[in-house]
């Protein structure tokens, strides 16, 4: 069993691989920026070791570094959390190098999968239905518009590399494609460092759904249902739900099992996520894979009774799956909403020192918290501050709690996006789930601003 954790990860998710390590009986190192240096995580690690400035080059992206302090303080093991250095390849690979357990799959997988247009090509190869479009990068503007002009418009253009919605954009026609084509590849090639761009049909009113797997190193793999994660704000999560509303039983199993096939054929191993989109007729388009531990991970936990961090380090440390797929049970059901520190009008962030901070407190509600009293929220990471969880019986019972517990929550001295989830959690489409990927849009935007 793995004896000491590097965290190199920060804010939330730090604190979260904390308590697992506390609870497993095993030592963790935190790892913080000077933006860092008082946040919640820092003084809950066993131990923790200042990175450097507050730019992430200088500190959460500084393998170097980070390696320096994981052999000083006699860690065996890192865990990446999300974000950062957690789906880089080369990265793991360094971490074998250094004698250091990955806390991950193999970063063969990660490269492959990291690439959305070579994801696309290899999951096309399992079996797993793609959404119609082109699984190579585009040569250029030019042929963009002559392969959207085959599939048919809406199109969507995507960067083939990174995440969060950077480099993606809707097309309706052949004018507003050539556009927009060339902003979005410089945004790719200015985030991720890979301007490729593909392209694929736009499936209207689609839900995102995706399916948590697992995986261990002797063959044995399994899925942990599904969540639903389509209300989005730019592309980004912000309600999260397990179950879907939305699935039968039928379409639930056949998700699944497509997922684990994929991953027992391309040997994946540890805890990952298939993303998939789902049309009004059910049908099922796979998205991306992210190789990683998600942001949502709580619900899936709160409906199952795993500890996903847990399993992770047990993967990593060479245990096998102590259960098969059958002994998967689904228990209520369980909503995550992300609390952010923006603008719930423009989205823009929103920095500065919390003055208040008051969260409510049941038995039935968890809380992931990055920040505290007086915390100073930097512009130099995601806004994200904190994430809600709860858990009902039912569905019903889960929403009826949610809106109690927006209701408690209070964050003063900066901007949140706690009057848009409020909204979203009363509104009578939300709680008919009637959920699909232009929520926001449709229902709440067009029907009036948030206060």
Avoid at 160 to 179: C, F, P, R, S, T
Avoid at 212 to 240: M, N, P
């Amino acid at each position: 069993m793995i004896k000491k954790i590097l965290i190199a990860n920060r804010g939330e998710i730090a604190s979260r691989i904390v308590r697992t390590c506390r609870k497993m009986g095993i030592a963790s190192v935190a790892v913080y920026s000077e933006a860092d240096k008082d946040a919640p995580y820092v003084s809950k690690a066993d131990e923790a070791f200042l990175l450097g400035g507050s730019r992430v080059n200088e500190s959460y992206l500084n393998a170097t570094k980070i390696f320096e302090i994981a052999k000083l303080a006699n860690c065996d093991a890192v865990h990446p959390g999300y974000g950062f250095l957690s789906e880089d390849a080369n990265f793991a690979r360094k971490c074998a190098k250094e004698d250091l357990i990955f806390i991950g799959p193999h970063p063969d997988v990660i490269e492959k999968m990291g690439n959305k247009v070579a994801a696309r090509k290899l999951m096309e190869l399992t079996g797993l239905p793609v959404v119609p479009g082109l699984s190579r990068p585009l040569i250029d503007s030019k042929e963009a518009a002559w392969e959207a002009g085959k599939i048919g418009y809406p199109v969507m253009l995507k960067a083939a590399a990174g995440g969060g919605g950077i480099g993606m954009q809707v097309a309706n026609d052949e004018v507003e494609l050539l556009k927009i084509y060339e902003g979005n590849q410089k945004r790719a090639l200015m985030f991720f460092g890979n301007g490729e761009m593909f392209i694929e049909k736009l499936i209207e009113n689609p839900r995102h759904i995706e399916i948590q797997v697992l995986a261990d190193t002797f063959g044995h793999s399994v899925y942990l249902w599904e969540r639903e994660c389509s209300i989005q704000r730019r592309h980004q999560k912000v309600f999260e739900e397990a179950p879907s509303p939305f699935l039968d039983n039928e379409t639930r199993e056949a998700m699944g099992d497509a997922a684990v096939k994929a991953i027992e054929t391309i040997g994946y191993y540890n805890a990952g996520t298939l993303e998939f989109l789902v049309d009004v007729d059910k049908n099922f388009y796979f998205l991306e894979m992210n190789t990683r531990l998600q942001v949502e991970h709580p619900v899936t936990e709160e409906i199952t009774g795993l500890d996903l961090v847990e399993q992770q380090i047990r993967i990593a440390s060479g245990e096998q799956l102590a259960f098969k797929q059958e002994e998967i049970h689904r228990d209520g059901h369980s909503i995550e909403v992300r609390i952010y520190a923006e603008d719930p009008v423009t989205f823009f962030p929103s920095p500065g020192e919390i003055t208040e901070l008051k969260v409510p407190q049941e038995d039935y509600i968890r809380h992931e918290l990055a920040v505290h009293n007086r915390s100073v929220v930097s512009h130099f990471y995601d806004p994200m501050i904190a994430k809600l969880i709860v858990k009902g019986s039912s569905r019903l019972q889960a929403i009826q709690r949610l809106v109690e517990a927006l209701d408690l929550y209070k964050v003063e001295g900066i901007k949140t996006n706690l009057p848009l989830l409020r909204q979203i959690a009363a509104h009578e489409k939300y709680q008919q789930g009637e959920t699909t990927t232009d929520f926001i849009e449709t229902y709440i935007k067009k029907n009036g601003t948030t206060t």
